[in-house]
């Protein structure tokens, strides 16, 4: 299993989210972060705003599904410019279903 994360532009949700649907991939989780890149924020005349809002989704998938979820989220997370984002992937070595509290294939 691997975990993906991704942090996307907040006004990318959508797209994202509909193109993972699409692909088969529906269980996600989502919460909003504030952070910032190699770009160190982004300044708007004389104001810097060190942190930016933005929105990471947090999956885990089969190893074989993986790819998939990878370019579906880069395909629809994509606009060309500094701050799209990351994507983050690393391996799972044990998940439990927390009602009954058995081991999870996922």
């Known amino acids: 299993m691997k975990l993906i994360k991704a942090i ?3 006004e990318k949700e959508t797209e ?3 193109g993972l649907e ?5 269980a996600l ?3 909003d972060v504030l952070g910032r890149g190699r770009q160190r924020g982004i ?3 004389a104001a810097v705003y060190g942190e930016l809002s933005k929105l990471c989704l947090m999956m ?8 998939k979820a990878i370019e579906t989220i880069l395909a629809s997370a994509k ?7 990351r994507i983050f992937v690393s391996d799972v ?12 294939s996922i």
């Open 22 to 26: 699409q692909a088969g991939l529906s």
């Open 79 to 85: 606009t060309g410019h500094p701050g799209d984002g």
């Open 8 to 10: 996307i532009r907040p």
């Open 16 to 18: 994202v989210i509909q």
């Open 60 to 67: 885990v998938v089969q190893d074989t599904e993986a790819p």
């Open 93 to 104: 070595k044990e998940a439990y279903t927390i009602r009954t509290g058995k081991p999870d």
């Open 29 to 31: 989780t989502k919460w």
């Open 43 to 45: 300044q708007v005349g």
